[in-house]
């Protein structure tokens, strides 16, 4: 596309995709019909890179008319399981979308096979007996041009016999391949001879023992995309080599079937990678099987359920996905900007609470014992349809720890003797004193409070400098609170020489077990959205009970990683 292009659809907020699918209904391609796919394999559980890809798919389809389905691309059977298609389809309706059709590429396998058949016999592809290691050998540089196989020209029925074999299991895995007979000076190396058929040994999830000879992602993906009548075959820029050779098999599949070029087209766009995190299968895969992490959905994991556990609402993911855009080059997108909207989206969406991850006892001395108020708590300023919630005050209190200082510099505008601070919905107190443990750590802090400043009361405005939240002792429930940082201590851990492992951030998982948090906090379930007032974004694990509530952290109120780096 010309910058000119460029600019205009920048104008009118369109990414590149969007402005090629324009153009391809401007020009009638495919009778005006949008069609998208989205073809995971199912080997892995989804993580924010395929959140990418999906809002591509299902968004180009939902903008344009269109329709997008969802295809396994289930050609290996060494690493696919059922447990992996449940995923995907439960973290897929959880971002928000609906797919067409449930398409299987196993579904194609005869389809495929018989395609292959026809190749053979037109003399355009042939089995190859050599090793991997002899294959790759001759097949030559970008600028040098690779070497015939010994078996190119073998004659037609044997390869016909011997691709039936391969499938049948009556030769060894690895003994034998079915290439594309092609080019093998083509300066396109994806064009020498590429394999297309290799034999794996094993059960498939679907088809069970029917096939020994599986086709390769080059022979599997475009074949299926037209089979279906995919119209926008759109993919990341790692495929763009692939793209010849991508057409040059629908182009033969189609050969004199069909003069209107109804076919699909294969487009590219940027692969989402983010700092301090892996989104490789095979290293995410490590993690779980290693337990380093504690399963697919440990919260710390860049999967859509690790995610979803830690906290992340579908919209925050889909916000940041449009934050980053789409464009033709790779670049490493900034953690902190998935965090960032993360808490764009929660402080919308999260019900204040109050926790105390620090308990320090606070006594208000001049309260009668024995008495309680019931006091009236905002669910969320930012929106009134949330309604209120009732906390009790008491005499005996819970307050952060950090919130009293004996000694304290002038800015300090927290607990501190001779000075007061509003306890947040209910009174002004006043600081007297404090007392202390024999090894000089404060034990109890006192105040007094005024009666005529119970919030929401005539004259109660009277302003001080600090809020503080706090919790009744003899009402708060005791929970486990998980505190969450970056997996990985580096930026780019695939950028790396050492190993993965070694960059795991070993500060990733902090477990305070001595924290309170009002009953109220405690009776919500997982999947809810919960501030704890003035300390971050919390969601109830889903491990949490009434009677022993369990948190992870989303995000801090604040970026506090910025600061840990200087
Ligand atoms: P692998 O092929 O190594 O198993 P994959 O991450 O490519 O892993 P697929 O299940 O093949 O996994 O991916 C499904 C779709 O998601 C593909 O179209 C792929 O391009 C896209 N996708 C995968 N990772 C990312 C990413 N980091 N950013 C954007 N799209 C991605
Ligand atoms: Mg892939």
């Known amino acids: ?108 396998f005869q389809k495929l096979w ?34 015939p196989s010994p ?34 000076a083509n300066p396109n190396m994806h064009f020498r001879d590429p394999v297309i058929y290799r034999i794996i040994n094993r059960r498939h999830h679907r088809t069970g023992d029917k096939w020994k000879a599986y086709p390769m992602y080059d022979f599997a993906h475009g074949q299926s995309d037209y089979f279906e009548g995919v119209t926008h075959s759109i993919c990341t820029l790692e495929f763009v080599p692939h793209r010849p050779l991508y057409d ?6 189609k050969k004199g079937k069909d003069l209107n070029d109804h076919r699909p087209r294969q487009y590219e766009f940027n692969r989402l990678n983010l700092t301090y995190t892996v989104m490789s299968k095979r290293k995410l895969h490590a993690l779980v099987d290693e337990q380093l992490v504690k399963g ?79 006091m009236q708590a905002i669910n969320n300023p930012e929106d009134p349809d949330f309604g209120t919630h009732e906390i009790t005050f008491s005499r005996e209190l819970w307050i952060e720890r950090e919130d009293f200082m004996e000694d304290a510099p002038k800015k300090y505008f927290r607990l501190t003797p001779g000075k007061e601070v509003r306890l947040k919905n209910a009174y002004i107190i006043k ?53 969450y940082d970056r997996l990985f201590s580096v930026e780019n851990p695939s950028a790396d020489e050492r190993d993965f492992r070694e960059l795991l951030n070993p500060d990733s998982l902090e477990v305070l077990t001595d924290c309170y948090v009002e009953p109220f906090a405690a009776n919500q379930t997982a999947g809810s959205y919960l501030q704890f007032q003035r300390i971050g974004y919390f969601t109830p694990d889903k491990c949490t009970a009434p009677e022993h509530p369990v948190y ?15």
Not at 130 to 141: D, P, V
Not at 312 to 337: C, H
Request: charged letters at 35%; a negative charge; aromatic letters at 10%.
């Open 552 to 566: 992870n952290r989303t995000v801090n109120l604040k970026d506090t990683w910025a600061k840990k780096k200087d």
């Open 248 to 253: 040059y098999f629908i182009d033969e599949l």
């Open 431 to 483: 600081c007297t004193g404090c007392r202390k443990g024999d090894d000089g750590q404060v034990e109890e802090v006192y105040a007094e409070y005024d009666p005529e400043s119970r919030s929401g009361l005539p004259g109660a405005d009277r302003k001080v400098k600090g809020t503080l939240h706090w919790l009744s002792r003899g009402h708060a429930v005791k929970a486990e609170v998980r505190l």
């Open 1 to 108: 596309m010309s910058d000119i292009q460029d600019e205009k659809s920048e104008k009118r907020g369109l990414n590149f995709v969007e402005e090629i699918v324009e153009r391809d209904l401007s020009e009638g391609k495919n009778d005006g019909r949008i069609q998208t796919r989205f073809p995971p394999e199912p080997n892995g559980y989804l993580h924010i890179g395929h959140a990418k890809a999906i809002c591509m798919d299902f968004g180009i389809a939902e903008k344009y008319g269109g329709v997008c389905n969802l295809r396994f691309d289930d050609t290996n059977p060494q690493k696919e399981d059922q447990e992996y298609v449940d995923s995907i389809l439960e973290d897929i309706k959880w971002l928000g979308f609906k797919w067409g059709h449930v398409y299987y590429a196993s579904d194609y």
């Open 151 to 184: 078996y190119r020209d073998r004659p037609i029925e044997e390869s016909l016999d011997l691709f039936n074999k391969m499938n049948k299991g009556e030769v060894p895995e690895g003994s034998m391949v079915l290439r594309a007979k092609i080019d093998m």
């Open 296 to 374: 697919w959905d440990d919260p710390r994991m860049p999967t859509l359920c690790g995610l979803r556990r830690r906290g992340y609402s579908p919209e925050s993911i889909r916000n940041f996905i449009n934050m980053i855009g789409y464009t033709k080059y790779d670049a490493l997108n900034d953690y902190a900007m998935l965090e960032a909207a993360a808490r764009e989206d929660l402080n919308k969406r999260a019900t204040r609470v109050s926790a105390v991850l620090h308990p320090l006892k606070l006594t208000i001395t001049n309260y009668p014992e024995g008495q309680t108020e019931q």
């Open 114 to 147: 018989d395609f292959a058949v026809r190749l053979i016999k037109e003399g355009k592809a042939y089995v190859d007996e050599q090793t991997s290691e002899q294959i790759a050998e001759q097949k030559g540089t970008p600028t040098e041009p690779g070497r």
